[in-house]
């Protein structure tokens, strides 16, 4: 077997490995040419250290991975391990892995993070023999919200969020600002005028009153009646997808309560690479 990185081998043969390798996944990735080059650049994939695995002539299995420096510190995220169905069990997402920590190492990063589906438990222990710690559980919540009441709501440049005291800038990878660079973003006030939510958010195609919602964040102060509002001024009255929301947050325990619909669980993984 020999290591490769994604930036020698043709995208077709990329692409093809990827979907072969998630063909049996618990939810579909399947991929085209146009799909996963915008994939690439959204997420920051580095086609220079990202690798795949070559046997016989042939890609049997493939890790990408994005770079991202915040604040001096350099972060990582690991955008996807497959290996092709028929060439598991040979140790080749653990190859893949060592590669990988070594780019990790050589390249200063100091924290690297994935997420992964919460039944996917052979690849959690794997991740773990590597120094992965879970640190949440990420949910996709699916919902409807009637208008409810009002609240105060100012419309913001996404980049001015980090301006807020209340701001948590830590969310998953897919979740940054810097890959959804198309969204808005809202910031909710109490009677007092102080910030007490803030949200980060794009319509789906041409439909008004459907949203993605990538970062929500309430204070503890907030009640569910204005937790509704706040959602209901974001989505008009209508229905929202909620991109890996950690389960931590007073936003997604009001979502728990009010029963909304899981779509999908992950874990949230962690590994610092500096003692």
């Given at each position: 077997m020999k290591i490769k990185t994604?930036?020698?081998?043709?995208?077709?043969?990329?692409?093809?490995?990827?979907?072969?390798?998630?063909?049996?996944?618990?939810?579909?990735?399947?991929m085209d040419i146009e799909s996963f080059l915008n994939r690439m650049e959204k997420?920051?994939?580095d086609a220079f250290s990202s690798f795949v695995v070559e046997e016989d002539g042939e890609l049997q299995g493939i890790l990408l991975n994005a770079f991202y420096e915040n604040n001096g510190e350099m972060l990582t995220w690991n955008g996807g391990t497959a290996v092709h169905p028929n060439a598991r069990r040979k140790g080749i997402g653990r190859l893949l892995l060592q590669r990988t920590i070594e780019e990790y190492q050589a390249r200063g990063v100091e924290r690297a993070s994935l997420e992964a589906i919460k039944e996917n438990t052979g690849a959690i222990r794997l991740y773990e023999e590597f120094?992965?710690?879970?640190?949440?559980?990420?949910?996709?919540?699916?919902?409807?919200?009637?208008?409810?009441?009002?609240?105060?709501?100012?419309f913001i440049q996404p980049e001015s969020l980090s301006n807020l005291a209340i701001y948590k800038g830590d969310v998953p990878w897919q979740c940054r600002i810097e890959?959804?660079?198309?969204?808005?973003?809202?910031?909710?006030?109490d009677q007092s005028q102080n910030p007490i939510g803030y949200a980060l958010f794009k319509q789906i195609g041409d439909e008004a009153k459907k949203i993605n919602i990538f970062q929500l964040e309430i204070t503890n102060s907030v009640t569910q009646d204005e937790f509704l509002a706040m959602l209901s001024s974001i989505t008009d009255g209508g229905s929202f997808n909620?991109?890996?929301?950690?389960?931590?947050s007073n936003?997604?325990?009001?979502?728990?309560?009010?029963?909304?619909?899981?779509?999908?669980?992950?874990?949230?993984?962690?590994?610092?690479?500096?003692e």
């Open positions: 994604v930036d020698s081998c043709s995208l077709v043969d990329v692409m093809t490995v990827w979907n072969e390798g998630f063909s049996d996944y618990f939810v579909p990735v399947n997420e920051d994939i120094g992965y710690k879970i640190i949440d559980e990420l949910i996709s919540f699916k919902g409807h919200v009637d208008k409810k009441g009002t609240i105060d709501v100012e890959s959804n660079i198309s969204a808005q973003a809202a910031v909710f006030y909620t991109v890996n929301m950690p389960s931590s936003a997604a325990k009001y979502l728990l309560e009010l029963k909304t619909d899981e779509v999908i669980r992950q874990v949230w993984m962690v590994k610092n690479m500096v």
